[in-house]
């Protein structure tokens, strides 16, 4: 007599979860200096007559119209009242180390993608924790019960519905998005909510009157072809939300890359250093969250012509500390960008080397005691604020973070985040 047919697994719930904190470094100043709770917070630079842009906007800051990236003096015309301070990257850092451990408490299988956000696969963990909806409610709770901050959840089938589903209710939100309901649930939203759609895909799609993505995926393929070459075909997949990229674990990356395009392309030579700064922080924070060294260093660099060039180095020995990278990386970009106005900058590790001992071990080791060690003397000889490294350049304004683009060998399976619609949109 046959079996029984056993569920197969697509027959169970969605069980990708995509976590995003809200007002991320807005929130952790909120959470620490109590009489900010409530009133529009600004992080970013030195206040409303820097020069530098805003790294995170409290939602009391958003409702007068202030959004990342924007000049502080933008931010300070259309919000009088707001309270500015400035990036406390060491203090972030922390923070997002502690959220990522309680997200890997429900899977191994977390994929930070900067330093607020994550993609986790629960399938596998649902028999311990519950379905993939139970879990994105056990990890809301975590972070708020223990780190005192919200986060925004999406649980989709995929990684890119995932992503757009965390974004649709923030702040606090949880968004489900049920097992084939996936191109149901993304047509009637905007199609900029999707990955590589950016301005200039939105250009040439005047003509066809697409405004949402549904009116995208209705669109017959061979259009999008024809408008917008091979991006086409893949971009009427997204719009159905299809998407087969697995969240990687890290385990299987080749390399880990930063990129930075800058909201006016610059040729200031510090404002270049710093961003350098930035993205060799991201990419050595990565290396050793996943316990990774890597022996070759690439830099890119895109000037206001679009002209592309990169340049790498190998290593004498692999490396993840952050001094080393961007040291490399500035005497890799300096005759790149000697003259030049730049419009995107990359910083990218490859070739790993020995892993590093992870868990529970890491917090004692030689090398973070060593860490910890060099910023307290930094503290101590030139007071607290210099905790942000940007500021030992000496710079008025700390270069916020940015958002991580993802590592190459995950943005080629992926698609790429809504800040790095560049490349999807260049020709
Ligand atoms: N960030 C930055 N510069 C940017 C964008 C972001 O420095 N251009 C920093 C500050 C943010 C953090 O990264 O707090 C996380 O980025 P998000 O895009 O997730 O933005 P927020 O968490 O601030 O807000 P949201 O609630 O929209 O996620
Ligand atoms: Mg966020």
Not at 364 to 383: I, K, L, T, Y
């Amino acid at each position: 007599m046959p079996e029984p047919a056993m569920p197969t697994s697509e027959a169970r719930g969605p069980t990708i979860l995509h976590v995003d904190l809200d007002a991320f470094f807005a929130a952790v100043e909120q959470r620490d200096r109590p009489e900010l709770r409530g009133r529009p917070v600004i992080v970013g630079g030195g206040g409303p007559n820097d020069r530098g842009v805003v790294s995170a906007a409290s939602y009391e800051a958003r409702a007068f119209g202030v959004r990342s990236a924007m000049p502080l003096r933008t931010a300070g015309a259309l919000c009088r009242g707001a309270v500015f301070l400035p990036v406390d990257g060491a203090k972030y850092g922390r923070v997002s180390r502690q959220v990522m451990a309680i997200l890997r408490r429900f899977t191994p299988r977390v994929e930070q993608v900067s330093i607020d956000e994550a993609f986790l696969d629960v399938a596998g963990s649902e028999g311990l924790f519950g379905d993939g909806p139970t879990i994105a409610a056990a990890i809301k709770h975590a972070i708020r019960d223990e780190l005192g901050l919200t986060a925004s959840v999406g649980v989709a089938s995929t990684k890119l519905v995932a992503k757009v589903a965390s974004e649709l209710r923030k702040p606090d939100g949880l968004v489900v998005v049920p097992l084939g309901n996936e191109a149901a649930f993304l047509a009637p939203l905007p199609i900029a909510r999707l990955w590589g759609v950016g301005p200039q895909t939105r250009q040439r799609l005047t003509d066809y009157h697409v405004r949402t993505i549904g009116d995208l995926a209705a669109l017959a393929p061979d259009v999008l072809v024809r408008r917008l070459g091979a991006q086409g075909r893949e971009l009427t997949a997204r719009a159905q939300g299809i998407d087969t990229s697995p969240v990687s674990d890290g385990q299987d990356a080749k390399s880990v890359s930063h990129e930075h395009t800058f909201a006016v392309d610059t040729h200031d030579g510090d404002e270049i250093e710093r961003s350098l700064l930035a993205l060799s922080e991201g990419v050595s924070g990565r290396l050793r969250a996943s316990g990774l060294k890597a022996a070759t260093i690439t830099v890119k660099v895109r000037d206001a012509a679009f002209e592309t060039r990169t340049r790498q180095r190998t290593l004498d020995e692999p490396t993840d500390m952050t001094e080393v990278i961007w040291r490399t990386a500035l005497e890799l970009a300096r005759p790149q960008t000697r003259g030049r106005t730049i419009r995107l900058l990359g910083v990218g590790a490859s070739n790993f080397g020995e892993r590093t001992q992870l868990g529970l071990f890491a917090e004692g080791d030689d090398r973070r005691r060593r860490v910890v060690e060099a910023a307290d003397a930094v503290r101590s000889r030139f007071g607290p604020r210099a905790i942000t490294r940007a500021r030992l350049l000496g710079s008025r304004v700390a270069e916020p973070f940015e958002k991580d683009p993802m590592t190459a060998p995950e943005a080629r399976r992926v698609g790429r985040g809504r800040r790095q619609s560049e490349a999807d949109d260049s020709p």
